[in-house]
């Protein structure tokens, strides 16, 4: 059981170049998220997909795409990246209903120069 | 709409002292509270979460947090810090409020780094 899974876990992007994170996890969960991580700012939400087949805004998307594949797997594409795309990306998943914890991945660094 | 303050950037304490790391929130409705630990360059970790119920929670690792709803709180504690606790510690609230943009989303505290000195 390896719980929630990311690739890569380092990545160095020129402005401009795009690139898909991705995510899976294999506990069965419904829900999963992407989050982008930033010193002082916390854990922000790019998307989220409540259950497979839908995907919803979160707090900061623009620049960013998702895609859930299946149950199991959802990509964050960067589609021309900016420095300020610089952060360290977590993906989450969760049961859909709300009480349960979100369990993390490890995390992307992505450095956009 | 939701959120979750904060109110310490970094929290210092000596090990085998208490140690509380504070945490209010807003939410149209009623919360889900939770608790989450990160380790450097590690994903964060769950620690305990309020629901319903006590307002006292235990959850890993011997921390605990107590719920106050009048003030809106949500402090995590633990009686005797150990050097191994120190890590940035989160707070996030989910919204139970179905009807609200909000729902299904966490949010997160821009976290508190404690640091436990021997």
């Known amino acids: 059981n390896a719980g929630v899974t990311q690739t890569p876990k380092f990545q160095v992007l020129k402005t401009g170049q795009s690139m898909t994170l991705q995510c899976a996890q294999d506990m069965n969960h419904n829900s999963m998220y992407w989050y982008r991580q930033d010193p002082g700012m916390g854990l922000r939400l790019i998307y989220y997909?409540?259950?497979?087949?839908?995907?919803d805004k979160g707090e900061v998307p623009n620049g960013y795409n998702v895609s859930r594949l299946n149950k199991r797997e959802f990509s964050l594409r960067l589609e021309s990246a900016a420095p300020s795309q610089t952060s360290v990306y977590f993906c989450?998943?969760?049961?859909?209903?709300?009480?349960?914890?979100?369990?993390f991945g490890p995390g992307t660094r992505l450095t956009v120069l | 709409a939701q959120s979750v303050a904060q109110p310490e950037d970094q929290v210092n304490v000596a090990e085998g002292n208490p140690l509380t790391v504070k945490c209010t929130y807003s939410?149209?409705?009623?919360?889900?509270l939770f608790w989450y630990v990160q380790y450097p360059n590690r994903g964060l970790q769950f620690l305990l979460k309020?629901?319903?119920?006590?307002?006292l929670v235990k959850g890993s690792y011997g921390f605990e947090a107590e719920f106050n709803k009048s003030q809106t709180s949500f402090h995590l504690k633990k009686p005797s810090a150990l050097v191994s606790d120190s890590a940035l510690y989160f707070c996030a609230v989910r919204d139970l409020l179905m009807t609200t943009d909000s729902w299904g989303k966490f949010q997160f505290g821009a976290g508190t780094q404690v640091v436990v000195t021997p």
């Open positions: 309020y629901i319903t119920g006590d307002n």
């Open positions: 989450a998943s969760s049961e859909a209903q709300p009480g349960p914890e979100q369990f």
């Open positions: 997909s409540a259950s497979e087949g839908t995907t």
């Open positions: 939410v149209s409705g009623n919360p889900y």
